[in-house]
Each structure stands twice: as C-alpha cells, then as structure tokens.
C-alpha cells in the first residue's frame, strides 16, 4: 500500500425518482477508477449516495399520500439496494437526512456566518422548483435551464456573499489550479464567471423540508429557515468524512478530493457555489461588516484552496435514449434493473448451483459487467452519448462474446486438450527455420512479449484522463491481436503432428495466447470486476481480488506466468446474445411504463433539419407593417455556451446570456461555424418567439443572421459596450 490517497464522489443522487441508467452510468465511473487505484495500491475513498430535501421533495411525497421522511426512505432505499445488486464498492453511502450530516451542515452554515459571509435579506425572484434554485426570468417565463415554468416567490432569506469570490474563482480556473474539464465545460464556467456573480440565497422559509438553520442566526429571522437544498447537498463530500464532527481522521486523511464527477447540468453549482462556499472558510477571511470581504492576495487564495479546494472536477455528458436526455418528466427512463433481469439469465451457472437464488447475485454481477462495458466503450467521457437495447446486445456480442469471451474459450480448450489444461512451456527464441509461415508466427509470438510491459505503460495514462473509450478500443485491438496471432498459428493442426519442431510451435502458441489473455484480462478488471475474476480463476492464477489487493495487477510481468501452471474449471464467460432480448427489454420496460408516457425522439433527422433551418430562416414576405415590426423584440446577447447536438449534424445548442437571464437556443449553422468560433461572440437575439422543441430541446429564441441563396450566414454582431440585454429599436 502506497502513501498516497484518492478520493472519488459521485453527485448525490435526488430522491424525487428511483435510478435510471444515467445515475448507473456516472456510478459505474467512480466505481471502475476506484478499482483501478486500489490496484495501484493508493488508499482509496469512493463515495455516493442520495440528496433527500428540498420543495420538490415535500410536494412529491405529498402527492404520494406520506411524510416526506418515508418517501426519501424509499427511494434512497432503491439507490442502495440498486448499487448492492451490481457490485458498486463504495466506502460510504452518505444521506442527507443522516444526523451526521445534518450536523455538519449546521456546522458550516454556522462558521460562515459568524465570519460575516451570511446575511439576512428580503428577497422577490422567479423559482424554480425543478431544480432548487432562483432563476433570472421574468416571471411567467421557463426556467431557462429545464423550461419549466417558474414560481415568484417572496421571502426573507439568508444570502451567502458569492459575489465576493468572482475573482479568486477566476484566477483559481484560469491557472488550472482548479481543473475543470473537459474544456467546454471549463469556459462555460468562466464565461458564467465573467458575467459576474450575485449573492447567493441560501436558505427558504416557504417549506420546512430541509435542515433547520442554525443558532445564533436563526434568532435573527422573523420565520423559521431551512437551508439551501444546494448548500446542503454540496457538503456531504466533507460531511461524510466527519467534518464538524469529533472525529475528522478521515477528513484529514482523504480531504480535499482528487475528483468530483458531475453531469454537466450541475457543473455551476459544483464549480462556483462549492469552491466559494470552501474559500469562504479560510479563516485568513474573517470580517464582521456588511462590506464585501477584503480581497486576499493571489497567493494566500492558492494557499487555502490547495488545502481545501477539489483537485478536479470532470463533468460527463447526458446519456441520451431515443436522442433524447433520459428524464422522469419525459418518461424515456430505462430502468438499470431491466438490463439486470435480461442480460442475467446468460451467466452460466457455477458447477455448485442448486437452484436460481442461489445464482442471483452472479446473474446481477454479470449483467452489470455487460453494462459497464458498453457505457464506458461506447460513449467518449465528456460527450453525450446514445443508448439503446440494439446497440447494447451488438456491443456485447461484437466485444464480449466474439471477442474476449470466444479468444479465452478457444485458447483455455486447446491447452485443457492438448496439454492436459497445464500452461505449456514456450521456445520464443527458436528462428522457425525455412518455414516462412513459421517464421512469420515466431515474430508475432516475439512482438507480443516485446510488447508486454510496454503496452501497458501506454494505456494507464489513457485511464488517469478519463479516456475509457480510448482505453478499451485498444484492449480490444490487443484481444484481436492475440487471436489473429492464434488463428496464423493454427494450433489445430500443429496438435496433429508428431514433429517435433511442431510441437513446440504448439506449446509455444498456446503459452503467449495464455499470456495474452492474462494481460488483457488485468486491463479489463476495473471495468469488468465479475467476468475477470472468472477468467483470472481459470487460467489458475487463484482470486484476481486478491491479486490487485496485493499490487499484482499494477504492472504485469512476463516472467511471473510459469509454465505448468494448471487451469482453473473452464465454463462459458460470455455466451451470444440473441437479437431477440431487445424486443423483451423493451416489452419490460413498457410493463411498468404509464400510458401517457410521451413519444420521444421519433422525428427523422431530415425533419430536424429542416425544422432547425426554418426557424433561423425568417419567411419573405414583401411588406409588413411598422406594428408588425414593432413586435419582433431584438436583445444583445453574448455566447456563454456552444455545444453539438449528437447525431444532429446542423444544429448547435447555445446557451447565450442577457444580461438578467441566461437563455438556451437551437440553432441551425453547426455547418458554417463550429462551438469554438462563437464563444463570447456578442450577438442580436430575437428573444419574444414562442418556445419550439428540437431533439427532446426546447429553444427559446433566433439568432439573427443575413446569408444569400441559403449560403453561409453572417452573424449580426454588436460592439463590446452595448450593454447585455439592451434593446434594439
């Protein structure tokens, strides 16, 4: 065991909704790294678990007919029991209605306002129920993150001074000294930055869902207040780990972490209200007045935030069922647990099966695998990325099945036949004579020893950036590699002949696809922890558990492997999944579906397309009036966001801000002007257009442009100093 710590945190999951795969899919990535350095021998920390407060908590469970108490149970309940059944190692599973919590987040809000960062204030704004916070619309108008429509909402509340942390905030990103990636979501944040930071509400008298506000600030409130559902989520990556409490030895030893890993819908809240809540601690910063705080200098910033600040937050992309972000509101969710019940029943049953509960949890831990694998080789971390039941059984039998699974079962047959199931001694230095087939095979069996080490010092690096893709596209080229290796060498044959030369060919073939196996099967274990272990167990290395407890997976050693080594009990790792099994994943998720559930994402691109252009072409028309002119709103607005939308090769997703809002619009000219072009770009919006909706997106304006003959179009822009929001006349 190394010096060295690492510690990983999912978000915590919001009960209003049991889990889908898109909490499964950023659980699956905390666990495969938390694996992988535990391999690596650091002491790791891996914590998850479930947000529980808040309004929409209270109105959920009211509509169900229970106490809001009961109804976090429940679903918290299915977060946990989810996570048992695919095999997920965290440390911890954190809650915020836990006493433990609850305290340490009393602790926090108190420190912070006896240091004069928290005031009381009175307050009117539009919120948003949906997601916990204040918007800056006009009320009546969506929420211009999820388009719901907001609520106005008058009250006393505690503010935090966010406002006094855009400058260290700024200077902490820009230097890298607090990495956000991947890069578009960095400079959406510094872009949110640059646009200036007001004070933070951080606390609600409207409902009592929430932790109560603390002595001595809640004697200086006229009503009672819960806290912030934000401010209180936000903390459980300390609170967990005993911050506020009496013992904090885990806090010291594992705190600040070395990775947050968020969606990047919540990428504001995590990397600017949780950096400034963490500055705000430095106690270098305590003030009594009702001034901004004294900015501090650079390097005290650095100081503080080298303690205290998350060394990295990554965000990963949406996973998009039907071309559409997985939601309760638009009821395409796909349940983890449908791919658990469908893909189980393919997991051979150990020899010592009795009876169909007894092989459960290995019926679980084998389908998990198969979804581990997809999410992380289909979908480059960071992007959206599509699911769908098709291409998950395509990637399965393509990978897995004809791939992993089929070169393990061919290899491990051949020396149980050929060599009594006892790993053969190899001869990799004879030249293969005249033969030049021989030949041939003799270089590709030196290649792969050559290459043994030196390959896996190339692919660690790709796992420490987060590049599972990339990652496993070459594990696979690896497994292609040793199985084209043993297709040239043709062992079937070779076992046929009673030369000598041939014989030893034989033993050597099956000795370095032996090998091969052993190394891809070390790759492949933080990602596929249950089928791994099989394989690692059948070519007689004992329990592969044990071995990267040991630090023996860490970097694998030609030598290690000796011959004579006997084979574990051989059994199918990855039997052929029948095309069918789509059609019955399907039908169970439709079981449980509700009739109403919307149709999702079955627009045909073309129609998209053409929708898309239609909305930033404006109709001709050969006179109008100066009324009707008049009522075309055009605002100045600048590019905070720019994003492709996947598999919608004309559309751009923008996120542009208006000085009091901050709005999102489709639009059609990803052909001419790719996301890197039109960040900052100071820009005419039309802002008073109906809402439309474009791959599961709503819009909620038009750029304006001037193009000729459906060419290229240029952009209206406006100078630096006209004032965001500003209307044209």
């Known amino acids: 065991m190394s010096d060295r710590t690492f510690y990983v945190t999912t978000p915590i ?6 889990p889908h795969i898109g909490h499964a899919y950023t659980t ?6 938390a694996r992988r350095q535990r391999l690596l021998g650091d002491k790791t920390y891996f914590l998850t678990g479930t947000d529980e407060h808040g309004q929409k908590i209270e109105r959920s469970a009211a509509a169900a007919g229970v106490q809001p108490q009961t109804f976090a149970d429940q679903v918290s309940g299915s977060f946990a029991g989810l996570w048992r059944r695919m095999g997920i190692t965290h440390d911890d599973f954190i809650r915020t209605t836990s006493s433990r919590h609850k305290q340490a987040v009393q602790h926090l809000f108190a420190t912070l306002y006896e240091r004069g960062f928290i005031v009381l204030r009175s307050y009117t704004g539009q919120y948003c129920v949906s997601d ?3 918007v800056d619309v006009a009320p009546g108008e969506p929420c211009p993150e999820c388009g719901r429509i907001t609520e106005t909402l008058s009250e006393e509340n505690f503010f935090f001074k966010l406002s006094a942390f855009q400058r260290p905030l700024l200077d902490l990103i820009e230097s890298g000294q607090l990495a956000i990636t991947p890069e578009t979501r960095r400079n959406e944040v510094l872009s949110f930055l640059q646009g200036g930071l007001k004070d933070l509400s951080i606390s609600r008298s409207s409902f009592t869902w929430g932790i109560p506000v603390p002595e001595p600030a809640a004697s200086t409130a006229a009503q009672k207040h819960v806290i912030y559902v934000w401010m209180d989520a936000l903390a459980n990556y300390i609170t967990a780990l005993g911050y506020g409490s009496s013992n904090e030895d885990l806090f010291n030893a594992f705190w600040p972490a070395n990775v947050h890993l968020v969606g990047k819908e919540i990428i504001r809240f995590h990397c600017i209200y ?3 809540l963490l500055l705000a601690l430095n106690p270098e910063l305590q003030h009594k007045s009702s001034e901004a705080p004294p900015a501090l200098a650079a390097e005290r910033h650095s100081a503080w935030a080298r303690k205290w600040l998350p060394q990295a937050i990554t965000a990963h992309g949406w996973l998009l069922f039907e071309e559409s972000k997985m939601s309760k509101s638009r009821g395409n969710i796909v349940r983890t647990e449908t791919i658990l019940d469908a893909f189980g029943p393919l997991c051979p049953p150990p020899e010592a099966a009795t009876d169909a509960a007894s092989t459960q949890p290995q019926r679980d831990l084998f389908a998990s695998d198969v979804l581990r694998y997809f999410l992380l080789r289909e979908i480059p971390f960071g992007q959206d990325g599509s699911f769908s039941f098709d291409a998950l059984i395509t990637r399965y039998n393509a990978d897995l099945a004809n791939g992993y699974g089929n070169l393990v079962s061919r290899a491990l047959n051949m020396i149980t036949q050929y060599f009594g199931g006892s790993i053969p001694s190899p001869s990799l230095d004879h030249d293969g004579g005249q033969d030049p087939a021989r030949r041939e095979c003799g270089a590709m069996a030196e290649a792969i020893r050559d290459d043994f080490q030196a390959m896996q010092t190339r692919l660690h690096p790709l796992f420490d950036r987060f590049a599972f893709h990339d990652y496993l596209l070459e594990v696979m080229r690896l497994i292609s590699r040793i199985d084209n290796f043993l297709s040239a060498s043709a062992p079937w044959k070779l076992a046929k002949s009673s030369d000598e030369e041939d014989r030893r060919d034989l033993a050597t073939t099956l000795f370095v696809s032996a090998q091969g196996i052993r190394l891809a099967t070390a790759l492949l274990h933080p990602v596929l922890p249950f089928a791994t272990a099989r394989v690692w167990a059948q070519l007689g290395l004992g329990s592969i558990e044990d071995a990267a407890a040991q630090g023996r997976l860490k970097m694998l050693h030609w030598a290690e492997f000796k011959p004579g080594t006997q084979l574990g009990a051989l059994t199918t790792i990855f039997p052929r999944a029948d095309k069918g099994l789509a059609q019955k994943m399907t039908e169970m998720e439709s079981s449980i579906a509700p ?32 009324d009707d002119f008049a009522r075309v709103e055009m605002r100045v607005a600048r590019i905070a966001v720019a994003e492709r939308i996947p598999k919608a090769d004309k559309l751009l997703r923008l996120e542009v801000e208006l000085g009091d809002e901050r709005r999102q619009i489709l639009s059609g000219i990803a052909e001419w002007y790719t996301p890197e072009d039109l960040l900052g770009r100071r820009i005419i919006v039309i802002t008073n257009l109906a809402p439309r909706k474009m791959r599961g997106l709503e819009s909620h304006g038009m750029l304006l442009a001037a193009s000729q003959d ?3 179009p240029y952009l209206a822009t406006v100078p630096e100093e006209a004032p965001l929001g500003s209307r044209l006349k």
Do not use: C, H
């Not at 699956?28 to 790294?33: E, G, H, P, T």
């Not at 691109?605 to 028309?621: D, G, H, I, Y």
């Open 132 to 134: 916990e916070a204040f």
């Open 28 to 33: 699956i990535v905390a666990d495969a790294l």
């Open 274 to 276: 949780w950096p400034a």
């Open 710 to 712: 459906g060419g290229k």
């Open 595 to 626: 009739a109403s559930t919307p149709s999702i994402g079955t627009e045909p691109a073309a129609a998209l397309a053409a929708a898309a252009a239609k909305q930033e072409e404006p109709t001709a028309n050969p006179s109008i009036s100066i």
């Open 13 to 18: 999951y919001y009960v209003n909704a049991r």
